[in-house]
C-alpha cells in the first residue's frame, strides 16, 4: 500500500486485488502455498481440479522443448519425443570468466547428469576439462543458497524487485552517484548491452572487475601492442615448436581444452617415420604442461620476465639487451630452434606475466611469422575486462549509498592490505548475487541466490568470437536468478524474465524482430557460427617500447630469507568458485596428488636449507602478514620460490569447502599474481595431507615406457622390447575371444597431458561416490580411473610422467580366478565384469589385481546423499552399496545402449559409436575405445604402432587396455650441451 | 605334585612319574571337573569372558558399520582379519599332529598332552574361522560361498583358494572333532561311573555313548581311532597347505611363491607346539599335573619348536635366495623391502621371535627350565603371528605399480578383534578343563608300566617306552 502511494501520489483502489497485490501479501500467499497454487483457493470443484490437470498436461509437453517455461510438473502423460531412459543433449555454454567453452548437456527425464563438450564451439571442440565435467554437480549442491535473504533472513525475490525499484529511482535521479557494481570479467552480447546501458543511465556509478585469475595482463598487453582491444587464439596444432613462458595451456589457462587438442595434434606419432613438435617451458613450479616439456627451466616469476626480455633481445625483438638470465647458450639453441620454423612456431605466456611481457610476447610472435598462422587474433567488442579500480571503493567505502556485486566474491578475493570486508561493511546497501552464501554473502544487506548456468539462459563469446548461447537444461532448483536478471533490473527496474531479455539481445545480432527459424537452430547448434571476427593487427613498436620501459625490472636474488611467493589457480576450485565441489576436492592435484587441501610448494634444496619437511606446518611471513600452512616438498619447483594454490580455506561457506585447505588471498598483491621478499619458519607442527600417491618413483619398473624421438627412430620397437620374459602359457585352457565385438582400450602416454578431465568424467558417468579427506588419507580413494603421476631424473629438475590407469580388462583376469563367488567374469566381448550383487566383499579380487585399480566401499558412501544429489547421478549406472567391490567397466552402459540402438536397426555397430566417458572428455585423444576384432577399426590400428605395450604384460594377464610409449623430442644442440657439462 | 619328587627328573625316568596307579591316575584327573570351582578359575574365566564379549561387541560394531571400521585400504585388501585367521589356523595344527601323527609313529609320550592339545585345536579352528566370515563386505549374503543348487544354477567359483579353504578348515574342524570325541569316550564313561550328580549321569551317560569298557568295546574303538588317525594326518599337512594357497596361486610378489605349503605346514606346527607348551605349562602348574605332564614331555616339544623353527628359518632364507635366483625384479623387491621398508620392524620381530630365539634349546639346560620355555613358547607365537602379518601386510602394501602403494595400520577395532579371539579362545579352553578330562586317562594308563604286560612288581623297571 505504501508503495502504491509513493508511485502515483494520491491513488485509488481499482479491486481488492490490486491491494493484495502487495508484496506482504504476496509473500504470505507463497509460503503458505506453493507458487501458482493461488488458483486452488477457490473451493475446489471437480471442473477446476480438471482444469489444472489438463494445464499440467500443457506444461509438460512445453518442458520438452526447451521453451522458457515456467512451472515445473512431473508428466501425467508423457511428450511425445520423450522416451523414458532415453537422454537428450542440449547444447549449452559455460563461462571461466572471460572464456567460453560450448557444451552439450546430457539430460535424464529433465534432469541434466553429465557435462560433454560441444563439437561445433571452437573452445571446446567436443571436449572438456576437469571443471566442465563438474559443474553437473554444482546444479545439485544443496548447500547453494536457497532463497534470497535481506539482513540475514529469509525473503522474497519481489521484495528485492520492490527495494530496487525505490533505489532506481532515487540513482536515475543522481546518475548513479554512490553506486557501484563489482563483477568478473566477462564477454557476452547480453550482459554487454546491459553493462552499456548501466553506464549510460548510471554514468556516475562505478563499476568494479574482480576477476582473481585474471587475463586483464593478457588483454592489456595486447591492446598496447596491437592498438586494439582484441584477443588471440593460438593454434597449437600447426606449431613446431612451442615456447610456453609460464603458461599452462594443458591445465589451468583458460585455453586448456584447445591447447591439449591441438598440441596433440601436433605431437602425435603413427611411425617411426613422423616428426614430432618440441616443447621449451620456463615457469615457477611444476604444471601438467611442464611435465609434457622437451626442455624446462625453472625460474622464479622475476626471472621468467627478465628472460623474456633476454630472449626478445636475442630475437632482435628488443634492442636494450639485458642480462642472462638463462644460460646463453641454452638461449642460443632455443632462438635458432624458433627461426628455423618461421610461422610455424608459437610462443604463449601465462595470465600471471605482466601487460608488458605479453606485449612482448606479440612482438616475438610477429617476428617469427607466427602472428596470422599459429597465433590469430579476434575483436571482442563484448569483453569487459578492465574497470574502476577496487581500491577506490575501499577508500570511498563509506561515501558510497549502494555496491551490488554481480556473481563474484570480492570479501575472499579480498588481497593483502586490502580488507575489502571492513571496507564493504560500511556501505549502506550491499547487495550480492552469488551461487553460495559466500565471504561476501555474509556480510550484504541483500542476498540474491544466483541461478546455476545450467539452470539460465544467456550468451556468451568464444576467444575467436564466436558467439554461443547458454539455455536452461531444467528450471532453476531454488528459483535463483542470473546475472542478466539482476543485471536488467538494476538498470531499468523492469522484472524481465531472462529469456526475453536474450532475445532483445538476439534481436540485434541476429537483425530481425522475430527469432524464429534462425534462432532454434542457433539455440540447437548452441552457436551462432556466422560470427567470427578474425582481424589482423600489427605490432606498434614504440608503444611496446615505452611499456616495456616503464615496466622495467631490477633483478631480485632470492635466498632463503627472500623467498618468492607464486600464486597459482587451483586444480580444485579454479580461483574458489568451485570450492564446494566434491568431485573436484577429491580429486588429486594433478601434479602434487594433495586431495581436499592446498599446501606450499617448496623445492627439495629450499625446503632443506629452510628444514622444513612435507606435511610440517610453517609460517609464511611477508610484508607484514602472516599465513600458517602446510608446507609440500615438491621436486622441479624453482628454489626459493613458494608456489601457493588460491581458492581454498573456507569457513561457513559449504559442507564440502569448510575447513579444506588454507586461504592464500592472505598474503596475495592486488596487482601481481607473485611477491617477494617472504619468510618461512616451521612451526613445530605437523599436518595431515591426505595425498592419493605417497610413492612418486617408478622403481625403475618398465611402467611408464618412454624413450627419446631419436632413440625410438633408430629402435622403433623398444616400448614392446623393453621387457624380456620367458614364453607365456596359461595355466586354465583360454577362451578364444575371436567371434563379435571384442573391446579394447588404447592410451597414448606420448599426448596425454595428465589433466585430470578424465578422471572427473568417469566419476561423473559411473556414480563413483566422493569419500571425504580423512578415507582418501587412509587410501580409499573410489576413483575408477587415476591418474599416476612419477618424477623421474634429477631430484631438483626433474622429468614428470603421467599414465591414467584403469581397469585394464585382462583376458587372463588373476581377479577372476580368485573369486570365490564368482562375482567378477569375463563376457564374451572381453569385459571384466562386476556382478555388484553377487559380490561378497572378500577383497581378494583387488589384493590379487596387479594394477591395483578396484574400488572397496568399506563404508556405505552414498547412504547420506541429500536428494539433490541423488539427482546427478546417472539413471544408467548402478550405486553401489557398502561391502562391494566396483571398477572400471568401459562403460558398459555405454557399450549396451549402443548395441540396443544398433541392433533396433539391424546393424552391426560402426567403429566410433561406443565412446567410453574418458575418452569422450580427453582433450588430447590420447583414449581409443574400439572393437579389436574389427582390423579396420581406430583401436586396432592404434594397437599395431610400434610404440603399443601392456603394462605387466609379461604376467600374462593379457590386458585389453594397452598404451603407447612416451617420446620426448630434446633439442639435439642442447643435449649436446648437457653432455658435454656433465 | 610334590618338590622332592621334581628334582629326580631325569631322561630315563620313566613318562609318568610319582608311582602313578591306575586309580591316582582317575583320581587325578576325574577330581579337577568334580571338585568346586576354584576363585582361580573363576577370576580366569570372568577375564576371558570379558575378552569373548569385546569379540562379540567388535563383531557387531563391524557389521553395522562395515569393514571400513579397520586399516584396511585399497593396495592392503587383507589385514589383521585374516593375519588371525591364518594364525589360528596355524595353532590349531598342533592337536591334531600330537594325536594323530605321533600316535601313527607310536610316540607314546603324547599320551599326555594329547588330549588338550586336541582341545586346542577345536578351539583355535573356531577362531580361525570367526574371521573368513567377518572380514566380507557383506556378511548377510556370505552363503554364497556354499555350493547351494539354486534356480540360478549360480556355483561358487572352485578355482578360488578362498574356496578350496573353506572346504578344508572345515573339513579340518569336523574330523578334528570327530577324533577328539571318540578319545574322550572311554573317559567320559569313568566320569559317568564317579558321577554323583543327576545331571551328570545323564549327560556323561549320553555322551559316553553306553562304553562299559569290555574287550570287544576296545577292539573296535581301537581300529576307530587307528582309522580317523589315518584320516586326520592328510589333514594336518593339508589344511595349511590349502591356506597357503590363498596366498601362493596369487600373482603378488611376496605371495606368489611355491615354497609356500610346507612352510606353512612347517610355522603351522611351530606355533601350534608353542601354544600347547604355554597352556600345558599353565595347567601343568594350576592343577598339580607335574607328574604326567614331565618334563620328558615338555623337552620333546622343545625339540620339536626348535626343528620346525629351523625349517621355517630355511624357508625364510629360501625365499629370499629364490628372489633374486629368479631374477624377478618385482619379487627380489618384496624381499628387500620386507627386510628393509617401512615394515622391517615386523619382519626382524619375525625372525628374532621365530628364528633366533628358538635356538636356545640347543642348550639342555635352557631346554629343561621352566620359565625359558614358557617366554620362549610365547615370543614364537608373537612371532609367528608377525610372520602371517608381513607375509600378507607387506606385499600388499608394495606390489607391481609403486604409484598405489600405501602404508596400513590397524585401528582399535583390528585390535580389539585379535584380543578379543583370545578372549573366545581361553574361555571354551577354560570351560573344557572345568568340565571334561584334560588328559586323557584311559590313554596314561597304558604307558603306565602297570599297564605293560612284561611290568614286574614294585622297584621292577619295565618297558615302557
Known amino acids: 500500500m505504501k508503495e502504491m502511494q509513493k508511485n502515483n501520489g494520491k491513488e485509488y483502489w481499482r479491486s481488492l486485488d490490486q491491494i493484495a497485490d502487495t508484496p506482504e501479501f504476496r509473500s504470505f500467499l507463497e509460503r503458505e502455498f506453493p507458487e501458482n497454487a493461488s488458483e486452488m483457493t477457490n473451493p475446489v470443484t471437480r471442473r477446476n481440479f480438471l482444469g489444472l490437470m489438463g494445464a499440467s498436461i500443457a506444461f509438460a509437453g512445453l518442458v520438452s522443448c526447451r521453451k522458457p517455461v515456467q512451472k515445473i510438473v512431473p508428466y501425467v502423460k508423457a511428450p511425445e519425443d520423450m522416451i523414458p531412459g532415453i537422454p537428450k543433449y542440449y547444447a549449452s555454454t559455460a563461462t571461466l570468466g572471460s572464456h567460453a567453452y560450448g557444451v552439450l548437456v546430457e539430460s535424464h527425464g529433465g534432469r541434466p547428469t553429465k557435462i560433454e563438450g560441444n563439437e561445433k564451439h571452437p573452445s571446446s571442440l567436443g571436449k572438456t576439462n576437469a571443471f566442465l565435467q563438474a559443474e553437473v554437480l554444482n546444479v545439485y549442491d544443496p548447500d547453494r543458497a536457497k532463497s534470497v535473504s535481506n539482513e540475514g533472513t529469509d525473503a522474497q525475490w519481489s521484495d528485492f524487485v520492490?527495494?530496487?525499484?525505490?533505489?532506481?529511482?532515487?540513482?536515475?535521479?543522481?546518475?548513479?552517484?554512490?553506486?557501484?557494481?563489482?563483477?568478473?570479467?566477462?564477454?557476452?552480447?547480453?550482459?554487454?548491452?546491459?553493462?552499456?546501458?548501466?553506464?549510460?543511465?548510471?554514468?556516475?556509478?562505478?563499476?568494479?572487475?574482480?576477476?582473481?585469475?585474471?587475463?586483464?595482463?593478457?588483454?592489456?598487453?595486447?591492446?598496447?601492442?596491437?592498438?586494439?582491444?582484441?584477443?588471440?587464439?593460438?593454434?597449437?596444432?600447426?606449431?613446431?615448436?612451442?615456447?610456453?613462458?609460464d603458461n599452462d595451456f594443458l591445465g589451468l589457462e583458460q585455453e586448456s581444452i584447445t591447447g591439449n587438442k591441438g598440441f596433440a595434434k601436433g605431437r602425435k606419432v603413427e611411425t617411426e617415420k613422423d616428426e614430432m613438435n618440441r616443447l621449451y617451458i620456463v615457469e615457477s613450479s611444476f604444471s601438467v604442461t611442464g611435465s609434457m616439456s622437451d626442455h624446462r627451466k625453472r625460474l622464479s616469476q622475476n626471472q621468467i620476465e627478465r628472460f623474456v626480455r633476454q630472449i626478445a633481445s636475442a630475437l632482435g625483438v628488443l634492442t636494450n639487451a639485458s642480462e642472462n638470465v638463462v644460460d646463453p647458450a641454452w638461449v642460443n639453441a632455443l632462438v635458432k630452434d624458433l627461426k628455423k620454423n618461421p610461422g610455424k612456431s608459437i610462443v604463449v605466456a601465462g595470465h600471471r606475466?605482466?601487460?608488458?611481457?605479453?606485449?612482448?610476447?606479440?612482438?616475438?610472435?610477429?617476428?617469427?611469422?607466427?602472428?596470422?598462422?599459429?597465433?590469430?587474433?579476434?575483436?571482442?567488442?563484448?569483453?569487459?575486462?578492465?574497470?574502476?579500480?577496487?581500491?577506490?571503493?575501499?577508500?570511498?567505502?563509506?561515501?558510497?549509498?549502494?555496491?551490488?556485486?554481480?556473481?563474484?566474491?570480492?570479501?575472499?578475493?579480498?588481497?593483502?592490505?586490502?580488507?575489502?570486508?571492513?571496507?564493504?561493511?560500511?556501505?549502506?546497501?550491499?547487495?550480492?548475487?552469488?551461487?553460495?552464501?559466500d565471504e561476501t554473502a555474509a556480510l550484504s544487506t541483500w542476498h540474491i541466490h544466483q541461478a546455476h548456468f545450467l539452470e539460465s539462459w544467456g550468451d556468451a563469446v568464444a576467444v575467436d568470437g564466436t558467439i554461443s548461447t547458454i539455455q536452461p537444461l531444467i528450471q532453476p532448483l531454488y528459483n535463483g536468478k542470473t546475472n542478466t536478471e539482476v543485471l536488467n533490473l538494476i538498470t531499468s527496474a523492469e522484472d524481465k524474465d531472462c529469456h526475453d531479455i536474450l532475445n532483445e539481445t538476439w534481436q540485434d545480432i541476429l537483425k530481425t524482430k522475430t527469432l524464429a527459424k534462425n534462432w532454434r537452430r542457433i539455440l540447437h547448434d548452441g552457436v551462432h557460427a556466422e560470427n567470427k571476427s578474425l582481424i589482423t593487427v600489427k605490432a606498434d613498436g614504440q608503444a611496446i617500447n615505452n611499456l616495456v620501459k616503464s615496466s622495467d625490472i631490477s633483478a631480485t636474488s632470492l635466498s632463503k630469507d627472500n623467498l618468492e611467493i607464486v600464486f597459482y589457480p587451483s586444480a580444485k576450485t579454479y580461483d574458489g568458485r568451485y570450492v564446494n565441489n566434491g568431485w573436484l576436492q577429491e580429486a588429486p592435484d594433478p601434479v602434487t596428488k594433495i586431495s581436499w587441501d592446498n599446501a606450499a610448494l617448496i623445492s627439495p634444496k629450499t625446503a632443506e636449507e629452510l628444514g622444513v619437511k612435507t606435511r610440517d606446518l610453517v609460517f609464511i611471513n611477508v610484508g607484514g602478514k602472516e599465513l600458517e600452512i602446510v608446507a609440500h616438498v615438491l621436486p622441479g619447483q624453482a628454489d626459493y620460490v613458494i608456489s601457493l594454490e588460491v581458492g581454498m580455506g573456507r569457513k561457513d561457506y559449504g559442507r564440502i569447502a569448510d575447513g579444506a585447505g588454507f586461504n592464500v588471498n592472505t598474503l596475495k598483491p592486488s596487482d601481481s599474481f607473485s611477491v617477494t621478499g617472504a619468510r618461512i619458519t616451521p612451526t613445530g607442527r605437523t599436518y595431515v595431507l591426505a595425498n592419493t600417491q605417497d610413492h612418486s618413483s617408478m622403481e625403475n619398473r618398465p611402467l611408464i615406457r618412454e624413450a627419446t624421438l631419436e632413440e625410438y627412430k633408430k629402435d622403433p620397437e623398444f616400448a614392446p622390447n623393453m621387457v624380456k620374459h620367458p614364453p607365456l602359457k596359461s595355466l586354465w585352457e583360454e577362451y578364444p575371444y575371436t567371434e563379435g565385438y571384442q573391446w579394447g582400450m588404447a592410451i597414448d602416454l606420448n599426448t596425454c597431458s595428465g589433466c585430470n578431465a578424465c578422471v572427473i568424467a568417469c566419476q561423473s558417468e559411473n556414480n563413483v561416490p566422493i569419500v571425504g579427506k580423512e578415507q582418501v588419507e587412509k587410501g580409499r580413494e573410489m576413483h575408477w580411473m587415476r591418474m599416476d603421476r612419477y618424477f623421474s631424473g634429477d631430484l631438483d629438475n626433474p622429468e614428470m610422467v603421467y599414465q591414467p590407469v584403469a581397469c585394464q580388462h585382462c583376458e587372463n583376469a588373476p581377479c577372476e580366478q580368485v573369486c570365490p563367488v564368482q562375482a567378477t567374469l569375463h563376457d564374451k566381448e572381453g569385459l571384466n565384469v562386476m556382478t555388484y550383487n553377487r559380490c561378497v566383499g572378500t577383497r581378494y579380487c583387488s589384493n590379487n589385481c596387479p594394477y591395483k585399480v578396484r574400488r572397496f566401499n568399506f563404508f556405505n558412501y552414498t547412504k547420506d546423499y541429500p536428494e539433490t544429489i541423488k539427482m546427478v547421478q546417472n539413471p544408467d549406472v548402478t550405486v553401489r552399496f557398502r561391502g562391494v567391490m566396483e571398477k572400471c567397466t568401459y562403460c558398459t552402459q555405454r557399450i549396451q545402449a549402443a548395441k540396443i540402438g544398433a541392433k533396433n536397426e539391424g546393424r552391426t555397430l560402426v567403429d566410433g559409436e561406443v565412446v567410453t566417458a574418458c575418452q569422450q572428455a580427453c582433450p588430447a585423444d590420447a583414449i581409443v575405445f574400439g572393437n579389436i576384432n574389427d582390423p579396420e577399426s581406430k583401436v586396432t590400428k592404434v594397437k599395431q604402432q610400434n610404440r603399443n605395450y601392456a603394462m605387466l604384460g609379461e604376467l600374462n594377464v593379457k590386458p585389453r587396455t594397452t598404451y603407447l610409449a612416451k617420446l620426448r623430442n630434446p633439442n639435439p644442440e642442447i643435449v649436446k650441451q648437457t653432455e658435454t657439462v656433465s | 605334585m610334590n618338590k622332592e619328587t621334581e628334582a629326580v627328573y631325569d631322561y630315563q625316568v620313566p613318562l609318568i612319574t610319582g608311582n602313578q596307579t591306575f586309580s591316582s591316575i582317575t583320581d587325578r584327573i576325574s577330581s579337577i571337573t568334580e571338585s568346586k570351582t576354584t576363585k582361580e578359575w573363576l577370576l580366569l574365566f570372568g577375564l576371558a569372558s570379558s575378552l569373548m564379549l569385546l569379540l562379540f561387541g567388535s563383531i557387531g560394531y563391524l557389521v553395522w558399520e562395515g569393514t571400513g571400521i579397520w586399516g584396511l585400504n585399497n593396495p592392503v585388501g587383507w589385514g589383521w582379519a585374516i593375519v588371525n585367521f591364518v594364525f589360528w589356523v596355524g595353532i590349531g595344527h598342533a592337536g591334531t599332529l600330537i594325536s594323530a601323527v605321533l600316535f601313527l609313529f607310536r610316540q607314546k609320550w603324547r599320551t599326555s598332552i594329547n588330549r588338550f592339545a586336541e582341545a586346542m585345536t577345536l578351539f583355535a579352528v573356531i577362531c580361525a574361522l570367526v574371521f573368513p566370515g567377518i572380514h566380507v563386505g557383506r556378511i548377510w549374503v556370505v552363503y554364497y560361498f556354499f555350493p547351494i543348487p539354486n534356480q540360478m544354477d549360480m556355483w561358487p567359483n572352485f578355482r578360488s583358494p578362498l574356496l578350496w579353504d573353506f572346504f578344508a578348515v572345515g573339513t579340518y574342524f569336523t574330523v578334528s572333532l570327530l577324533f577328539w570325541y571318540t578319545g574322550l569316550i572311554p573317559d567320559l564313561a569313568t566320569l559317568r561311573d564317579r558321577a554323583k550328580t543327576k545331571i551328570r549321569k545323564v549327560l556323561f551317560g549320553i555322551f559316553s555313548l553306553g562304553w562299559r569298557g569290555g574287550n570287544k568295546q576296545w577292539k573296535h574303538y581301537e581300529l576307530a581311532y587307528l582309522l580317523l588317525a589315518g584320516l586326520s594326518t592328510p589333514l594336518v599337512l593339508s589344511v595349511h597347505s590349502v591356506v597357503s594357497t590363498d596366498f601362493a596361486t596369487s600373482v603378488i610378489p611376496g605371495w606368489h611363491t611355491t615354497i609356500f605349503p610346507p612352510y606353512f605346514v612347517a610355522g603351522a606346527i611351530f606355533?601350534?607346539?608353542?601354544?600347547?607348551?604355554?597352556?600345558?605349562?599353565?595347567?601343568?602348574?594350576?592343577?598339580?599335573?607335574?607328574?604326567?605332564?614331565?618334563?620328558?614331555?615338555?623337552?620333546?616339544?622343545?625339540?620339536?619348536?626348535?626343528?620346525?623353527?629351523?625349517?621355517?628359518?630355511?624357508?625364510?632364507?629360501?625365499?629370499?635366495?629364490?628372489?633374486?635366483?629368479?631374477?624377478?625384479?618385482?619379487?627380489?623387491?618384496?624381499?628387500?623391502?620386507?627386510?628393509?621398508?617401512?615394515?622391517?620392524?615386523?619382519?626382524?620381530?619375525?625372525?628374532?621371535?621365530?628364528?633366533?630365539?628358538?635356538?636356545?634349546?640347543?642348550?639342555?639346560?635352557?631346554?629343561?627350565s621352566i620359565p625359558v620355555m614358557f617366554i620362549a613358547s610365547i615370543t614364537v607365537n608373537i612371532g609367528m603371528w608377525f610372520e602371517r602379518f608381513v607375509i600378507i601386510v607387506t606385499s600388499l602394501s608394495r606390489d607391481f605399480l609403486p604409484s598405489s602403494w600405501d602404508y596400513y595400520s590397524p585401528t582399535f577395532w583390528d585390535v580389539s578383534l585379535l584380543i578379543g579371539s583370545f578372549g573366545l579362545f581361553f574361555t571354551l579352553f577354560l570351560l573344557f578343563i572345568r568340565h571334561l578330562p584334560m588328559v586323557a586317562m584311559s590313554e596314561v594308563k597304558g604307558v603306565l608300566p602297570q599297564a605293560n604286560p612284561h611290568h614286574g612288581h614294585n622297584g621292577h623297571e619295565g618297558e615302557s617306552k
Open chain 1, 162 to 245: 520492490a527495494f530496487w525499484k525505490e533505489k532506481h529511482s532515487q540513482f536515475t535521479e543522481s546518475r548513479g552517484e554512490g553506486l557501484a557494481v563489482i563483477s568478473g570479467e566477462f564477454s557476452s552480447p547480453t550482459l554487454h548491452r546491459l553493462y552499456e546501458t548501466f553506464k549510460s543511465v548510471f554514468p556516475k556509478a562505478s563499476w568494479v572487475i574482480d576477476e582473481p585469475v585474471s587475463y586483464k595482463n593478457v588483454y592489456q598487453g595486447l591492446e598496447t601492442a596491437t592498438g586494439k582491444r582484441v584477443r588471440a587464439k593460438h593454434h597449437f596444432d600447426k606449431a613446431k615448436v612451442v615456447l610456453s613462458i
Open chain 1, 353 to 437: 606475466q605482466t601487460a608488458a611481457t605479453h606485449s612482448i610476447v606479440f612482438a616475438i610472435n610477429e617476428s617469427l611469422s607466427n602472428n596470422g598462422n599459429t597465433v590469430t587474433y579476434h575483436s571482442d567488442p563484448y569483453l569487459v575486462h578492465d574497470g574502476d579500480s577496487i581500491a577506490d571503493v575501499i577508500k570511498n567505502a563509506s561515501k558510497l549509498d549502494t555496491v551490488i556485486v554481480l556473481g563474484s566474491n570480492p570479501v575472499y578475493n579480498s588481497t593483502a592490505g586490502q580488507n575489502f570486508g571492513e571496507a564493504y561493511k560500511k556501505i549502506k546497501n550491499r547487495i550480492t548475487l552469488s551461487l553460495y552464501k
Open chain 2, 271 to 368: 606355533s601350534g607346539f608353542a601354544m600347547v607348551m604355554t597352556l600345558a605349562l599353565i595347567a601343568r602348574r594350576v592343577y598339580h599335573l607335574e607328574h604326567i605332564i614331565t618334563m620328558t614331555h615338555l623337552e620333546n616339544m622343545n625339540k620339536i619348536i626348535m626343528v620346525t623353527g629351523m625349517m621355517v628359518g630355511y624357508s625364510y632364507s629360501m625365499e629370499f635366495f629364490i628372489a633374486w635366483y629368479s631374477g624377478n625384479p618385482y619379487e627380489a623387491y618384496a624381499f628387500i623391502n620386507r627386510a628393509f621398508g617401512e615394515y622391517a620392524w615386523a619382519y626382524w620381530i619375525m625372525i628374532s621371535c621365530n628364528v633366533i630365539i628358538p635356538q636356545i634349546f640347543w642348550s639342555r639346560r635352557l631346554r629343561r
